[in-house]
């Protein structure tokens, strides 16, 4: 499975972007989905999920509802609606797919995904 992520840039404060994470297949590899975000020096944390199967959606407390994860199955795409950011949501973001991925999405680790895309960057001042 191939993820290409896209959408980052940079933006003013209060401003919104919107990340898309094209899949090269929608299917059993790609049951769970997730982004995260790895700021400088910082660990790689995790910022939202969702399952396709029943499409229930899951947020990091820091990004709760600002940030909004959406599926196309169609367009085989994952997007990351991000409004009202702000400076400490600059960092890499990186798109991550899983069969299965952590249950009940609980406290997702990187280690839960075994495909990643190269990451898109979004600067906030």
């Known amino acids: 499975v191939q993820l290409v992520e896209s959408g980052g840039g940079s933006v003013q404060v209060g401003g919104s972007l919107r990340l898309s994470c094209k899949a090269s297949?929608?299917?059993?590899?790609?049951?769970?989905m997730a982004w995260f975000r790895q700021a400088p020096g910082q660990a790689r944390e995790w910022v939202a999920g969702i399952y396709f199967g029943g499409g229930s959606t899951y947020y990091a407390e820091s990004v709760k509802g600002r940030f909004t994860i959406s599926k196309d199955f169609i367009k085989n795409t994952v997007y990351l609606q991000m409004n009202s950011l702000k400076v400490e949501d600059t960092a890499m973001y990186y798109c991550a797919a899983d069969s299965v991925g952590p249950i009940g999405m609980l406290d997702p680790q990187p280690t839960d995904f075994n495909y990643w895309g190269q990451g898109t960057q979004v600067t906030v001042s």
């Open positions: 297949e929608l299917s059993y590899s790609t049951g769970c």
